[in-house]
Every structure is written in structure tokens, then in C-alpha cells.
């Protein structure tokens, strides 16, 4: 199983996101993050998602941003999008329905589909960064619970 964690950047949400689903999943599947553009390309996460995510045992230091590209598509199994902006964003890029069918809301999967976006912690505090962090921690319990049934 491959899965792909998509926010705008690629330096704050789906970063975290990456290092929270790797700790859930074998070590056979690939799990990488991306963003809908390309601004922070090459860039290691927001130094606040690097703490954050090392206060709770991840080390997300070595991870660096990329834009989603269209062998994404090919590569992986699921594609999770931490809001609507990049949801659309990312299905305008599908060439057809079955790379559509893999592209959802992260949130999604916890049933609650008025509150299904993850909030950019970008302009926040690190009290934002732990917020997201917990929510993403929520997010990926249930993919992995799904995913390993």
C-alpha cells in the first residue's frame, strides 16, 4: 500500500502526517507527503513540525518538500488531502476517474464530513502545531485501522 499526504506547502500538515502514518503501517509500504505547489521546494518542515513531531518520538527532520507531480498518481494506492482547497486542487490534476477515486479528505475517514479539514498551522503558535498534531495522530490511527483489517 502506498499512500500519499497532501497540503499546500508540504512543510507543516502533511509532513507531520507522513511521520505519524509511518509509525502506523509495515515497513513495506511507502508513505511520502507533498504539496500543491512548489514555493518550499527542497526545504526540510517548518521548524515548528519538526519539534512538535519530535516531542512525540517522530523525527520528520530529514524529510524535504516537493510538489505533487503526475506519477503520483500512478505510484500511489491513496492520496489524502488535509483541505478542501487542496482537495480540488489535486482532482483537477486526475486524469480520469480511477485517480480520482484515490484522492479524498483526510479527516474524511473519521466520519465527520462538516469538520473534515485539517487547519494550516503556518501563522499560528505551537499550541496550533499540537492541535493538528493530534488530529492528524486521530486521522492516521483510523486509515491504519482500515488499511491493516
Not at 6 to 34: H, Q
Not at 48 to 76: M, V, W
Not at 91 to 113: C, P, Y
Request: charged share 30%; glycine share 6%.
Amino acid at each position: 500500500m502506498n499512500i500519499l499526504m497532501i497540503c499546500l506547502g508540504n512543510i507543516c500538515r502533511s509532513p507531520l502526517a507522513e511521520g505519524i502514518m509511518k509509525t502506523k503501517v509495515p515497513a513495506d509500504f511507502l508513505v511520502d507527503s507533498a504539496g500543491t505547489i512548489s514555493l518550499h521546494e527542497g526545504e526540510h518542515p517548518d521548524k515548528r513540525a519538526i519539534k512538535t513531531a519530535a516531542n512525540h518520538g517522530i523525527d520528520i527532520s530529514s524529510q524535504r518538500s516537493r510538489p505533487i507531480t503526475r506519477r503520483d498518481f500512478e505510484i500511489f494506492d491513496k492520496i489524502y488531502c488535509m483541505d478542501i482547497d487542496v482537495f480540488e486542487d489535486v482532482i483537477s490534476k486526475a486524469k480520469n476517474e480511477a485517480e480520482r477515486q484515490k484522492v479524498s479528505l483526510f479527516l474524511e475517514v473519521l466520519g465527520d464530513h462538516k469538520n473534515a479539514e485539517v487547519p494550516d498551522p503556518y501563522w499560528g503558535s505551537m499550541e496550533d502545531f499540537e492541535k493538528v498534531f493530534q488530529l492528524l495522530e486521530k486521522g492516521c490511527n483510523e486509515i491504519s485501522n482500515q488499511i491493516l483489517k
